[in-house]
């Protein structure tokens, strides 16, 4: 698979196969995905992978936290901007219901549709969990550089033919992952990420979130 295809069929994947992932080819691509550019060679990512026994334990205790605290324990950072202002408020909300609608959950069902959105929290069926921190002592453009990490170790699965999906809603449960991880106190939890083998049955995988048009984003200066 070229750069190109990766890019292009790279989904958030929303339904998994009971299918493990070999533990080596994992380990291999999170190595290679260590090439990506951080500023300075600071590489201020940190990893930590879940599987097996222990992702099955912590979707028992995420099973059980997110009746008892629905609403989280309060992220350590703004994952989206209090004040979202156009056009980005606009893009968030039509890739929602187009999830939705996928789904065939209509907007006035909230039960149904915060039945769905506890699934991030079981990984969606995935084998396999990452979760990425950053040091408290970093700054935006550290964060920046997570991106770039995440972004090539994704790239880097689908052409192994897997997939995944970023969440960053893991964040609104920082103190949880925190303690079952046992990461040090000056990390910070950014984002969780689901890995492993899509699902070509589940409906929310036929969805194809919409991309801005060039004329939108890029500007030529000549």
């Not at 084998?127 to 090539?152: A, E, K």
């Not at 106190?185 to 969805?207: C, Q, R, V, Y």
Request: aromatic residues 10%; proline residues 8%; charged residues 25%.
């Amino acid at each position: 698979m070229n750069v190109s295809d990766a890019v292009s069929s790279r989904r958030s994947v929303r339904g998994f196969l009971d299918k493990p992932v070999e533990p080596a080819l994992l380990e291999s691509l999170l190595r290679k995905a260590s090439a990506a550019p951080s500023g300075g060679n600071i590489q201020p990512w940190h990893i930590h992978v879940v599987a097996g026994a222990k992702i099955d334990a912590l979707k028992r205790i995420m099973a059980a936290k997110v009746v008892e605290q629905p609403a989280g324990e309060g992220s350590e950072y703004d994952i989206y901007p209090r004040e979202l202002i156009e056009p980005y408020r606009s893009r968030t909300f039509q890739v929602g219901e187009a999830l939705y609608e996928r789904l065939g959950i209509p907007r006035e069902d909230k039960k149904a549709r915060a039945r769905w959105f506890q699934r991030n929290f079981q990984f969606f069926g995935a084998p396999i969990g990452l979760f990425c921190y950053v040091h408290r002592n970093n700054g935006p453009p550290q964060w920046s550089d997570l991106g770039m990490y995440l972004q090539t170790l994704m790239l880097l699965l689908r052409e192994e033919g897997l997939d995944s999906c970023p969440q960053e809603c893991w964040a609104i449960y920082p103190r949880t992952i925190s303690e079952f991880l046992g990461t040090p106190p000056e990390h910070m939890l950014f984002t969780g990420m689901a890995i492993g083998w899509k699902d070509p049955d589940e409906p929310a995988n036929s969805m194809v979130a919409a991309r801005a048009p060039l004329e939108q984003f890029a500007h030529f200066h000549t």
